[in-house]
Each structure stands twice: as C-alpha cells, then as structure tokens.
C-alpha cells in the first residue's frame, strides 16, 4: 500500500514536471509581417519594371501599364497597394515628371530654398547627407562636396538637425573610419556646423541601408520631414529609396516621414554604371519591400530621356546637369543572376563594392525566398542616438 502511494506521488510530480516544462519549453515565434504580401510579390515587382523602363525607354502606353499593375496589386491587397501607390507617385514626381527640380550647390554660403517648399526651420525637420565610399581611409573631393552642400542648408536652416549616414568603405582602411565620423567631423571643423545639431549612422555600406538606419534616427528624434542631400546624380535615386520605406513605415509601423527638399552638389559619376540609377533605385527598393529575387525581370536597357533642366539654387537652369545621362548609353539589362560589369578606374573594384555592393553583388543580399532585408542597426550606446557634444 505504501509502495502504491510513493508512486502515485511520483507520477504527479512526473506530470506536473511535464506542465512546467511544456509551459517553459521553446516556443514557435510568430511569423513577421512581410512588408508585401506573398501573392502580391510578382504584381509589384512588374510595377517597379514598368516604373523604370517608363523612364529609360518611354511610351505612349507607360501610364495605363502602371494603372494596370496597381489594380493587379490592389485586388490582392489594398494594404499593398497603398505602400505601391505612394512608391509610384514619388517615382513619378521625381524620375517621370519633367517640371521636377534638382537643386544645385555652387559654394554659396547659404542654400536658396523656394518660398513654397515649406520647409520648417526646427528640429522636426532633418538635413538627411548620404555618405561617399572612402579612399584609403579619408574622404574623397566628391563627398567633402557632399558635406558643403549640407553645411549651406544647415546654414539656411539653422534649427534644423543633420544626419550623417555611411559605414567604414573603402579599401585600405585599417583604422575603420567611418563616412559618417569623418563627415561630422568635417561639417564641424571645415564648415562651421554645431556638433550638437549632428546624428551619425556609422553601419549603412549602401543606399539601401543609408534608409533603414537613418528612419530609425529620424523616428527616435520624432522628425516629420526631411531634405536629402548627395551628388546630383543620386538625388533621385536616393529619394526613391529613402521614399519606398517612409511608404511602408506610414502604413504598417504608424510612422510618417516626409522628403520634403532636395539639395545636391553638382557633380558626374566617377562609377558609369552609377547613370544607371533607376535600375539600382528599383532593386533597391525590392530588397526593402522583400520581392522574389525574379521579381524585376523585363526592366530595359534603354537610353534615358533628355532630363529637365535643373536648377541650381536661385532657381537659375544648371548647362552643365541639364540632361546628366545625354553621353552615354546606358549598360546592358542585368539578369537577375548576374553582377554589373566592374569598373577598374578611377577607384578599386573593393571601393565600389563598399559604396554600393548592390552592383557587383546582385543589388542585394539573396536567400531562397527572396531579397533579403538588411537588419536595423544596433546601435551599441545611448549617446549614438543623440549627437555629441
């Protein structure tokens, strides 16, 4: 009898050690929300073909295929086609439109901003600068150009903060010097800028991450609006991309950041295969809305338009930028398998890689299933989310 008892006492323990275990054991985690859902992937992957080659090689037919790939897009998911709408509304204001301006700096001590850009001079509003690939561990002229070209806005906006994004690129760079470092560290000492206005993101190596670490900056200091400043030739190109995420974070995070200037220095890519930004904006933006890696076949490898004229600060037209891509033709359509042919000259293929690696590497990261979405940075202390002192 008493034998009969112990084990029964012992089965209860067995059973409640079970319990205890089930309820303390590893849990499946809940799958994420992917930015566009599954069935939509090849829809919005065929609006971002028809967006590009509707400005490589335009037709008297582009506006209907983009109506028609919205529509496609919206049957499935009205969630996705409000991100796709707003990606293809600012495609369309800043590669399509031929009123769209491109604001140039030429060393004028202040930037001039049109009066009806309403732009707010307080820190709700950010001098977003997008970093330049190193060169043996020191900035190179075009990206000094960068930083002068913002020190002229910050000038004209003096409430306004800056953030500086770029990673340690280049080769020859033993000490890891960072875009972001050196370009606070010259906005301050060469350009007169206050250290405490400046953010730095010192992990983005590509555009693409350039957005992803910089929103998270901008959502941490509740800023609303932003002006994006880079080389004329980028200007576009970033603002599709740094768009596309504001698109997804307004609908599905409740965030909402809006590109409300533009400011570049007036410059030519060193890179050829940089004339080819619309193609690069768009696999850039499939990587951050996570398509399927033949999601973008189809895409064209025609000559761009003639581009509008655009205008340096006060407004008057720039001869030298008027149609940047006129002297070239562009590279031939990239298979999805296959990289960009490398450029030796002027800078290494390690240097090119590091700025955009994008290009030699597929435009993205690829798994299986698809783009792969660059992780959020970790940003290590409190103090790089606030600027130093």
């Not at 008493?2 to 309820?23: H, Q």
Request: proline residues 6%.
């Amino acid at each position: 009898m008493k034998g009969r008892r112990i084990i029964a006492i012992l089965a209860a323990l067995f059973a409640l050690l079970g319990l205890v275990l089930l309820f303390l054991g590893p849990r499946q985690k809940p799958a994420e929300k992917r930015p566009i859902t599954a069935e939509n992937g090849a829809n919005v992957g065929a609006l971002l073909v028809d967006l590009v080659n509707a400005y490589q090689d335009p037709t008297d037919g582009d506006a209907s295929k983009i109506e028609a790939d919205l529509e496609a897009i919206r049957s499935v998911s009205e969630d996705d086609y409000a991100i796709a709408k707003g990606i293809a509304d600012h495609w369309s204001a800043v590669y399509l439109d031929p009123d769209y301006s491109l604001y140039l700096h030429h060393g004028e001590e202040k930037a001039a901003v049109p009066e009806d850009a309403g732009i707010p001079d307080d820190a709700g509003h950010a001098i977003v600068v997008l970093g330049y690939v190193l060169r043996n561990g020191e900035m190179q002229p075009e990206l000094k150009a960068r930083c002068e070209a913002a020190a002229a806005v910050a000038r004209e906006f003096p409430n306004a903060i800056l953030v500086c994004s770029g990673g340690a690129t280049g080769d020859n760079n033993p000490q890891k010097h960072t875009e972001a470092g050196l370009m606070k560290a010259y906005l301050t000492e060469e350009c007169g800028i206050e250290a405490s206005r400046i953010y730095t993101d010192e992990q983005a190596m590509t555009t693409q991450e350039n957005a992803v670490n910089t929103l998270k900056i901008l959502q941490a200091n509740g800023v609303r609006s932003m002006t994006i400043v880079t080389s004329s030739y980028h200007q576009r190109w970033g603002q599709a991309v740094y768009n596309a995420l504001a698109e997804l974070y307004r609908h599905q995070h409740g965030y909402s950041v809006e590109i409300l200037g533009n400011y570049s220095c007036d410059i030519a890519p060193e890179v050829p295969d940089y004339r080819n930004d619309a193609q690069i904006a768009a696999r850039q933006i499939a990587g951050i809305l996570e398509l399927p890696r033949d999601a973008l076949q189809g895409m064209t490898a025609g000559k761009p338009p003639v581009q509008p004229e655009e205008e340096a600060p006060a407004g008057e037209t720039s001869a030298e930028n008027a149609a940047p891509h006129e002297e070239e033709a562009l590279p031939e359509a990239v298979p999805e398998d296959e990289a960009l042919p490398e450029e030796e000259e002027p800078a290494t293929e390690e240097e090119f890689a590091a700025e955009e690696p994008d290009l030699t590497e597929d435009f993205a990261a690829e798994t299986d299933a698809g783009f792969e979405m660059p992780e959020w940075s970790e940003f290590t202390g409190s103090d790089e989310l606030l600027p130093a002192a």
